[in-house]
T-cell receptor, first 110, second 111 residues
Framework: GQQVMQIPQYQHVQEGEDFTTYCNSSTTLSNIQWYKQRPGGHPVFLIQLVKSGEVKKQKRLTFQFGEAKKNSSLHITATQTTDVGTYFCAEGGSNYKLTFGKGTLLTVNP | NAGVTQTPKFRILKIGQSMTLQCTQDMNHNYMYWYRQDPGMGLKLIYYSVGAGITDKGEVPNGYNVSRSTTEDFPLRLELAAPSQTSVYFC??????????FGSGTQLSVL
């Protein structure tokens, strides 16, 4: 499967600050999915992006898919302690196998 | 709906022992997956199945075997357990190129 590189690996913020994680690929992605994993939990689906330049919002979360479909980002506005966890991007190939990035661990200081 | 159910939640094995991690889903999904998660390494695909009777290798299949005799069940077999197989194992299912539903995971230690 394709490799998706995710940065940063770790991010620590003060509650109320914004947070962004990036997902990059050297090749064109067919689609990108984002998951959140709380500490000690399992990954939970957040969103799927399919179209070039697509932007989707879920409350304080904004997801973008690059125009060239080689990168994606997840932005959280005004973080809260409930946002703590690891955020993964995953590339969905044509053979139904998802390839996950290594994730960004977000910690929030109250 | 229970979703994706994995058992056991925790297990300690001795080197050379074998075991089966159970996974069942009640959503009638055709696609099922086994991932392992090591600290800081994301999730790596071990095996996957696109339907009953069909399985295929993922990125890290060595030391594991799977079977898919029914749509609901996708057990993962570890033969001759090694310390390198210490990890958290997640089973997941989906309709296809859509979102994955994950089980709660099995934490396995091989000592």
């Amino acid at each position: 499967g394709q490799q998706v590189m995710q940065i940063p690996q770790y991010q620590h913020v003060q509650e109320g600050e914004d947070f962004t994680t990036y997902c990059n690929s050297s090749t064109t992605l067919s689609n990108i999915q984002w998951y959140k994993q709380r500490p000690g939990g399992h990954p939970v689906f957040l969103i799927q992006l399919v179209k070039s330049g697509e932007v989707k919002k879920q409350k304080r979360l904004t997801f973008q898919f690059g125009e060239a479909k080689k990168n994606s980002s997840l932005h959280i506005t005004a973080t809260q302690t409930t946002d703590v966890g690891t955020y993964f991007c995953a590339e969905g190939g044509s053979n139904y196998k998802l390839t996950f990035g290594k994730g960004t661990l977000l910690t929030v200081n109250p | 709906n229970a979703g994706v159910t994995q058992t056991p939640k925790f297990r300690i094995l001795k080197i050379g022992q074998s075991m089966t991690l159970q996974c069942t889903q009640d959503m009638n999904h055709n696609y099922m997956y086994w991932y392992r998660q090591d600290p800081g390494m994301g999730l790596k695909l071990i095996y996957y199945s696109v339907g009953a009777g069909i399985t295929d290798k993922g990125e890290v299949p060595n030391g594991y075997n799977v079977s898919r005799s029914t749509t609901e069940d996708f057990p993962l077999r570890l033969e001759l357990a090694a310390p390198s197989q210490t990890s958290v194992y997640f089973c997941a299912s989906s309709w296809g190129n859509e979102k994955l539903f994950f089980g709660s995971g099995t934490q396995l230690s091989v000592l």
